[in-house]
């Protein structure tokens, strides 16, 4: 089979131009492995760029620094001569909190970067370190799920049984052991438990406050900078992240025996 002439050009074309680039890229690679051994070659590029981080920031775990290159280089908020905020950064500190939370041994459920992970709101240094809003979301259905499944199989409360209203006509409604619950999950409704009040006020008392990263919008009016908002949302991330890494069953049985019950019993 013959090739026409114009065929043949850009055939000869094509193994020439990789013949190019193979020779540039070795070049290439030849060049940047002799700049790691000599003492006198030129600085490269990306030295020209702002990089304050150290030689081993790659040894420091990385909830505990946000990269350089992550951050703006021209401020565009003005600096506030008062008092600027700061989030907690003491590990022992936060384990103390998780002990709270889950007991003796609380602090070995998660590993470090989870733990820093769950209590990071996305207002903490505009995200660059990641912030919970996944975790919530799973957890958050985990609550629900759970909620509902501990109101059904307790006891039937008196505020429950006081609606029941006997049918005018003397029916008798079905009855069944699996289903004496079921005027629990209207009466309070799950709304009422889980709410917003009673979850940051749970969190609260455990200390959450203090040991949650974020930055609120008015520094001197914590409330309404949505500081409620901020602890149900870790709340529920610490337990979406009990599910993921330990297993549905670990965060269930955590969630139910330290959160959840102690919420219904309120």
């Known amino acids: 089979m013959r090739l026409s002439p114009a065929a043949g050009h850009s055939i000869q074309g094509i193994f020439s131009r990789t013949h190019a680039l193979k020779e540039y890229f070795g070049l290439y690679y030849t060049s940047k492995r002799q700049q790691q051994y000599s003492t006198s070659s030129s600085p490269p590029i990306n030295s020209t760029f702002p990089h304050n981080d ?131 999950l209207f009466h309070p409704s799950l709304a009422e438990i889980l709410s917003k009040e009673r979850l940051a006020a749970f969190a609260a008392s455990l200390g959450m406050k203090s040991i949650i990263r974020w930055y609120p919008r008015m520094k001197h009016d914590l409330n309404a900078s949505g500081i409620e908002a901020v602890l149900v949302t870790s709340l529920y991330a610490i337990v979406g992240a009990l599910a993921l890494e330990k297993g549905g069953q670990v965060s269930t049985e955590l969630s139910r025996k330290y959160i959840i019950k102690p919420l219904i019993s309120r």
Request: hydrophobic fraction near 35%; charge should be positive; avoid cysteine.
């Open 54 to 184: 150290s030689s081993n920031a790659e040894e420091r775990p990385r909830w505990s620094y946000t990269p350089q290159r992550l951050k703006m280089p021209v401020r565009v908020r003005l600096n506030d001569a008062r008092k600027p905020w700061e989030s907690n950064s003491d590990p022992k500190r936060l384990d103390l909190f998780y002990t709270k939370l889950f007991g003796p041994g609380g602090d070995k459920l998660l590993s470090e970067e989870i733990k820093w992970l769950a209590i990071t709101h996305k207002s903490f240094e505009q995200g660059a370190r990641g912030f919970n809003d996944r975790l919530a979301f799973l957890g958050r259905r985990i609550f629900n799920l759970q909620t509902n499944l501990m109101l059904l199989s307790s006891p039937v409360s008196v505020q429950s049984q006081s609606i029941n209203v006997s049918e005018p006509d003397e029916r008798t409604p079905f009855r069944h052991p699996a289903l004496e619950g079921l005027p629990n």
